[in-house]
């Protein structure tokens, strides 16, 4: 990641907290020349990410305290664990723990989320990957939790890749009139994906030479048919199911022989794992 993309995002979130006027409390309280060791410490189980962000947070903070990582960005965890050392001003470790403990806790919960997801799917030869369902602002960092969690990302924005949904047909009349226009421009540096519901527009979809087709919000009967359907009219489509997709389902979903499976569980479905900071004077 980007040193300067980690220091944009940090200086934004300590503008929020600050707002110019700083940590009022641990101004009053804490004492200027009082110096402080702190720990990050894992509360469970997880895959670690956000490390980086944390130690801008800090610097950013008070170049004077010392952030070290005792584990790696990608590494799995374990309750208890401790995930980093800090040591320097007791003010400034505690002006900056809440942003840093936001960025690393939220991250950290995307990139473990996505193992859990991996795992469900292992054996299968289906690919868990990632939506534009992030957070304003994190897309960057959520996009690459979720490939330390071991799953995959889909396109980045809307200006990577053309992907024909339901309201893009309905716009332009159809799959067959929808990807006219799409050939019309000649965009044939890009991948093109069209979204469908029936048997009817799959067919179209394969007949135009989409690149991808997303299987829509279908039950997993519906998904084998359309699966068997796609697979006799052009054995190496690439298939992506979407829709319905969770920790309980994604098994069964990818054992109907789908490509991909997408899925906006990994981001913002993700639940902040439990990171701690304790802080010991001295």
């Known amino acids: 990641m980007s040193e300067d993309a980690d220091l944009r995002l ?25 110096q402080g060791r702190a720990v ?90 990632d939506t534009r369902k992030t957070v304003p602002g994190l897309r960057l960092w959520e996009k690459r939790a979720v490939v330390l969690g071991g799953c995959h990302n889909h396109r980045f924005g809307l200006f990577d890749m053309v992907l024909v949904k339901n309201n893009h047909l309905a716009a332009a009349g159809g799959v067959k009139a929808a990807m006219e226009r799409v050939k019309a421009a000649g965009a044939h540096y890009v991948k093109v994906e069209v979204e469908v519901e029936s048997e009817a527009d799959l067919r179209e979809a394969i007949a135009c030479g989409a690149d991808i087709i997303m299987l829509d919000n279908q039950d997993l009967a519906s998904l084998k048919h359309l699966v068997g359907v796609a697979r006799g009219i052009k054995r190496d489509v690439v298939l992506e199911a979407s829709g319905r997709v969770s920790l309980d389902t994604v098994r069964a979903i990818a054992e109907t022989g789908v490509d991909l499976i997408s899925t906006s569980a990994l981001t913002m479905g993700a639940p902040p794992v439990d990171i701690g900071l304790t802080l010991r004077l001295g």
């Open 10 to 34: 940090v200086r934004l979130a300590l503008a929020e907290d600050l707002a110019g006027y700083g940590d009022i409390t641990s101004e009053l309280t804490v004492p200027a020349d009082l």
């Open 40 to 129: 990050i410490t894992a509360r469970a189980d997880m895959v670690v990410y956000g490390l980086d962000l944390a130690r801008t947070v800090m610097r950013e903070v008070d170049s004077r305290v010392a952030f070290t990582p005792l584990v790696a960005d990608g590494a799995e965890a374990k309750d208890g664990d401790e995930l980093a050392a800090i040591e320097g001003p007791a003010r400034s470790i505690l002006t900056a723990e809440r942003t840093m403990l936001n960025l690393f806790s939220h991250l950290s919960g995307v990139a473990t989320q996505s193992r859990r997801f991996a795992r469900a799917v292992a054996g299968t030869g289906a690919i868990v990957v």
